[in-house]
């Protein structure tokens, strides 16, 4: 009779038992995972020397360093004492400055690329698979239209018609790459649509659009993030081809893209720098989105569970 | 099947339609004139100059005349910038070039890349599966404007072994560089794709049941993984030809190959309409029928298509 009360007793005292939800279970998944966390760290610091580096840059991304220009080859090496720790490139400009603000913009644009991608293709993807039927057949077959076509050409067009701007290339890179994610969230949104929720949602007279928005996007955003993360790598690579090209990000403004086109034109001179240390921040920010959006994909992807 | 394929030969017409329309009107109210110039140019000399390029038609008959020309005479028009040469000419010069390195880069990527996949999963969890899960995620960061500076570094540069661009009729010494700098990141790709498919194939109920009737591992894969495994690949090879073509501009530009993607970028910083246009229309043209490949060939290969 007593134990049984202290029994009680305990539990009354006890605390509730933490549930563990579907976020806090994914962050456990994912802290386990090495090279997620590695990658990371690596984005973290990379971050961080965008942001920071225009403090600690002892030279201006468009001075030229007239001692060394005319000798580039000799007096433009990466040296602690000029200050030119990245050495300097072909036109005597501090290379370290260069690679900061490349940085910056190599990141905005795959940050904003993916943004707006996984905006316009969200909600595409999660009408088409609302609404089914014609409607849906209609839009997902203009999706496929639209993947048929090589869309590098379309943005390259899109770029010498308008005018070679960031904005337009915002534009540009973010319009033809929603494509995967609207199928995605299309896929998703099927399956969702037959939840009870929804259900619950359609009996008592709620719009369509506010049941999109409120019930079936925030569903979508685990796979949503996971995509976004692989996406930004994906509009690296294409900023960075655009302006390999020369088509894209123009002087005096710069990006990974092209720092390593003008590294890679100067390599004759054995100024192997100009190339290496942009293609280095270039590679490891990759392989830093790829491992996380790999550990995240294992984190939440509720098909590998 | 016959009637498979003629179905989607119909919904490849609209489609061909589409982006040859989209891509004019894109063109038709790029602003400026082609022909303006930093000096200016008389009204005169312009108003004839775009009569004499058919540009003072109204709209309707300008993209009437420039669909009849492509579908019955397969003229992509003139060059704005070139007086003398036209569309025809210049994809003539680029395409056999593009088309060489493009097929031999193709070639290696689907041979090569369905191999190391499909070694991976067959020797699962060894050092070569390692092997090629490390390819496959180093390629990835790897892209062709990347690789190219890189490969030239080390096998001219460097080592001396090879030229570092140029195109010379196509020598073999020419092709190579270029074609391994197109390939290794669908090769990647292919590999970790047929990684991944043959291994859930080859954990599935009928390879085990042939397994268990006492068939060599050499005879299963062959006669009964390899064909479902290989789906996945299959269709991935439509994005692998766009995403070739595009970095087929990439090999041209650093090698000075002369194919057609060094008009394309001539031709995007000239400003030559004309010349982006009609190659725009070709190669989108080409992607579409590839994909209608891609897809008879899926529907031949996979049981569960009917048609």
Do not use: C
């Not at chain 1, 030119?84 to 501090?94: I, N």
């Not at chain 1, 005096?252 to 893209?257: K, R």
């Not at chain 2, 570092?164 to 290794?184: K, R």
């Not at chain 2, 229309?281 to 996979?302: E, R, S």
């Amino acid at each position: 009779m007593f134990a049984t009360k202290a029994a009680a007793d305990n539990l009354a005292a006890a605390q509730p038992v933490k549930g563990r939800s579907l976020w806090a279970d994914a962050r456990a998944r994912f802290l386990r995972n090495k090279a997620a966390v590695a990658g990371l760290i690596v984005l973290f610091l990379v971050t961080l020397f965008a942001l920071l580096g225009p403090l600690i840059a002892p030279w201006n991304n468009e001075d030229i360093d007239w001692n060394v220009l005319g000798n580039v080859a000799e007096a433009g090496r990466p040296s602690l004492e000029t200050g030119h720790w990245f050495g300097t490139d072909a036109l005597g400009r501090d290379l370290f400055a260069r690679t900061v603000q490349g940085t910056q913009i190599s990141l905005m644009v795959g940050i904003v690329g993916a943004l707006i991608s996984v905006i316009v293709g969200t909600l595409y993807g999660a009408v088409a698979g609302y609404f089914g039927g014609r409607a849906d057949a209609v839009m997902m077959r203009a999706v496929d239209v639209l993947m048929s076509i090589p869309y590098m050409f379309v943005l390259i067009l899109l770029l010498v018609v308008f005018g070679r701007s960031m904005l337009m290339l915002f534009i540009g890179i973010g319009l033809v790459s929603w494509l995967d994610m609207a199928r995605i969230a299309r896929g998703q949104t099927l399956s969702l649509r037959s939840k009870e929720y929804v259900e619950a949602a359609i009996a008592t007279g709620v719009k369509p659009f506010t049941i999109i928005l409120r019930h079936i996007v925030p569903n979508l955003l685990g796979v949503v993030i996971v995509y976004a993360t692989l996406l930004v790598p994906s509009m690296i690579i294409y900023e960075s081809f655009i302006s390999f090209l020369g088509l894209g990000v123009q002087e005096p403004l710069t990006s990974w893209g092209a720092l390593i086109n003008d590294g890679a034109a100067e390599m004759n001179n054995g100024t192997y720098w100009m190339l290496g240390f942009p293609l280095f921040f270039f590679v490891i920010t990759l392989f830093g989105f790829f491992f996380v959006g790999d550990g995240l994909r294992d984190a939440l992807d509720p098909k590998d569970r | 099947m016959l009637v498979f394929i003629l179905k989607r030969l119909l919904v490849a017409i609209p489609v061909l339609l589409i982006l040859i329309v989209g891509t004019f009107i894109l063109m038709y109210t790029a602003p400026g004139s082609p022909f303006a110039t930093d000096r200016g140019i008389p009204p005169a000399v312009l108003a004839n100059l775009e009569a004499q390029y058919g540009l003072d038609q109204p709209f309707a008959v300008q993209i009437w005349r420039y669909i009849v020309g492509i579908v019955t005479e397969f003229d992509f028009g003139p060059s704005f910038i070139y007086r003398d040469q036209d569309v025809n000419d210049l994809i003539g010069q680029g395409f056999p070039v593009t088309l060489t390195y493009g097929f031999w880069s193709f070639v290696v990527a689907v041979i090569v890349g369905g191999a190391l996949g499909i070694l991976a999963a067959v020797k699962h969890n060894t050092w070569l599966d390692y092997l090629a899960v490390g390819i496959s995620i180093g390629a990835q960061v790897l892209p062709n404007f990347v690789l190219a500076p890189i490969l030239v570094l080390v096998f001219t540069l460097w080592l001396g072994w090879l030229p570092g661009g140029g195109w010379q009729g196509g020598q073999i010494e020419y092709i190579i560089l270029p074609v391994i700098a197109l390939s290794t990141s669908f090769m990647a790709s292919i590999a970790r794709i047929s990684r991944a498919s043959m291994l859930e194939v080859l954990t599935s109920n009928f390879i085990r049941t042939a397994r268990a009737k006492g068939l060599p591992m050499r005879r299963v894969i062959f006669r009964h993984a390899l064909k479902p495994a290989l789906l996945p690949v299959i269709s991935y090879l439509g994005p692998a030809f766009v995403g070739m073509i595009t970095g087929s501009v990439v090999i041209d530009i650093y090698f000075s190959t002369g194919g057609i993607g060094q008009f394309f970028v001539a031709s995007a910083l000239n400003r030559d309409y004309g010349v982006m246009m009609g190659i725009t229309v070709l190669l989108g043209t080409l992607t579409i029928l590839f994909n209608l490949l891609v897809d008879i060939l899926y529907a031949w290969i996979d049981p569960k298509i009917r048609y």
